[in-house]
């Protein structure tokens, strides 16, 4: 089905064609429409999937259909959980708004850049916000922005906010918010904590719900590597030589094993870097531009880039260290093999997170072969599980016990 199905403005489709957009993704196959219709969206859907398009796209529609006059009034929020998807959604409203007649004014609110600008930019009148949640509150506390406007709320990304830490930000920027509004939730996974604030946000929204894109993850070679902790760093070199890879994300546990492995490849003669939560935002934004121009190649994350970065060239994802669940390891491995291309996924199995791993693919779903290569083959003893010692009969209070002080305790 193409776009023009969803009877959109001409010049958006303009764009879309552009940029080489031409068939929707089963996601905003099925968004689209329902947002043009004021539905209340709550969609499931993995990274990758194209949901920042099924938002984007109807809401600049309806926008071109708005003839207002004077001031730009904040028609649109739409919050994210990093910095760098806060941007590429802004830039999303750009590409796509190009050749309206009157293009939205778009203004991003995040960390690490002046709040000043960012203030000013609003104050001068704007009609659509992409921010994250920290910053925004920032300028709400502050009194400097006005959403009483507001038409739309979209939350993307929903649960990554929440392992962000960002719970608490998120119920005081709702309080902001007026009460009638149009309603956009995006999220890979809905949890139990991740539903209780969807009630907040919707009491009737419209479930969509998007399968793991099978044919996706099956362009993507999924490939488990024994070998020993120490020697993982020499074994990436290896691989990356000579099987030619170009463009590598290696997904790693924290922000200062990236910087020491990136230093120590830049020593190798590796054009790599290392991108974490860190960095200045200029720097952020530099690393990413150089990694997609390809003036670096081997580029060294935690988990901040395992969603919402739209790289399609990345020929290998590595998973250094593992990741602590199955739906992040698919969301790293996601990262490559995208549009249709197809995309290499490595993951390290040493004798400390061997069973971690195959947990993770009775999760995931996929069996996987571990192999090894020669000269850096895996050596040593599986790591057994250590068992706690048994609790003491009698030493720990029961439930009953503990309810019963409770309750003693009450009526003292």
């Not at 429409?33 to 984007?56: C, E, N, R, Y």
């Not at 994210?80 to 590409?95: C, G, K």
């Not at 593992?322 to 990262?335: E, F, Q, V």
């Amino acid at each position: 089905m193409p776009f023009s199905k969803f009877n959109l403005c001409p010049l958006i489709l303009k764009a879309l064609e552009q940029n080489d957009y031409s068939t929707p993704t089963p996601i905003q196959e099925k968004v689209i429409p329902l947002v043009l219709q004021k539905h209340d969206i709550m969609a499931k859907a993995q990274t990758g999937s194209g949901k920042t398009a099924s938002f984007v796209l109807p809401i600049l529609n309806i926008y071109s259909q708005n003839k207002a006059l004077g001031k730009a009034k904040i028609k649109a929020l739409i919050l994210t959980p990093t910095r760098e998807l806060t941007l590429q959604v802004a830039n999303s409203f750009d590409i796509f708004s190009e050749f309206l007649e009157k293009k939205p004014k778009v203004v991003s609110v995040i960390g690490g850049q002046s709040i000043g600008d960012q203030l000013l930019d609003i104050q001068k009148g704007c009609d659509i916000v992409v921010a994250t949640p920290g910053r925004l509150l920032d300028i709400i506390k502050k009194g400097q922005i006005n959403l009483s406007n507001l038409e739309f709320f979209v939350l993307d990304e929903a649960d990554k906010m929440l392992d962000l830490g960002f719970e608490d930000e998120l119920e005081l920027v709702l309080n902001s918010l007026p009460d009638i509004r149009q309603n956009l939730l995006f999220s890979a996974t809905y949890p139990p904590k991740m539903l209780e604030i969807a009630s907040k946000i919707t009491q009737n929204p419209t479930e969509v719900s998007i399968a793991f894109e099978e044919p996706t993850v099956q362009t993507i070679k999924q490939r488990a590597i024994e070998v020993n902790l120490e020697n993982r760093s020499a074994l990436l070199r290896d691989i990356i030589s000579n099987e030619k890879l170009e463009q590598v994300l290696v997904f790693m546990a924290n922000k200062r094993a990236s910087d020491n492995i990136a230093s120590k490849f830049r020593k190798y003669g590796l054009k790599a870097e290392s991108f974490h939560g860190d960095l200045i935002q200029e720097d952020r934004n530099i690393t990413l531009e150089n990694f997609k121009t390809k003036k670096t190649n081997i580029l060294f994350a935690t988990d901040i880039a395992a969603r919402g970065l739209h790289i399609d060239d990345i020929s290998c994802v590595v998973n250094y260290d593992l990741p602590r669940s199955a739906d992040d390891y698919i969301h790293r491995i996601g990262r490559t093999g995208r549009a249709g291309k197809s995309g290499l996924a490595i993951s390290f199995i040493t004798l400390e997170n061997k069973e971690h791993f195959k947990l993770i693919q009775k999760r995931s779903n996929i069996k996987l072969d571990f192999e090894q290569v020669e000269g850096f083959e895996l050596i040593g003893n599986p790591i057994e599980k250590q068992k706690g010692k048994e609790p003491i009969k009698g030493k720990r209070k029961s439930k009953k016990d503990k309810l019963r002080e409770q309750n003693e305790n009450k009526s003292n």
